[in-house]
């Protein structure tokens, strides 16, 4: 059983800050990368930050210079720095941790990925 406790989002002015963590609880012996989508009613789900188990971090492009993804000491918590924020990153923000493939492949564990609850941020004056 795994479990994405997210926290963080809330309203702000465009140009604020916000931070939105996420812990995966539970079985993550397969675990590789952590991130985050977004969504806007309407529209599809888009990815917006992932972060592997090593390698280098990949952002949405109109994200890029504003949003920090990092990981916490456990490996198993990811944080979202989100700054100089703009009336469209308004959305609901989900994370997504992704396990192994070829484990899962393998029957190790059973999942592909799991989702959070998702939190909402909202940019507005």
């Known amino acids: 059983q795994v479990q994405l406790v997210e926290s963080g989002g809330g309203t702000v002015q465009p140009g604020g800050s916000l931070r939105l963590s996420c812990t995966v609880l539970g079985d993550t012996k397969c675990l590789t990368t952590i991130g985050w989508y977004r969504q806007v009613p309407g529209n599809q789900r888009e990815p917006v930050a992932f972060v592997p188990n090593t390698g280098i971090p990949e952002y949405l492009p109109s994200v890029k210079g504003r949003f920090t993804i990092s990981r916490g000491d456990t490996k198993n918590t990811v944080f979202l720095q989100m700054n100089d924020l703009r009336p469209e990153d308004t959305g609901h923000y989900y994370c997504?941790?992704?396990?192994?493939?070829?484990?899962?492949?393998?029957?190790?564990?059973?999942?592909?990925?799991?989702w959070g609850q998702g939190t909402p941020v909202t940019v507005s004056s």
């Open positions: 997504n941790a992704i396990n192994d493939a070829a484990s899962v492949a393998r029957g190790v564990c059973d999942e592909p990925d799991y």
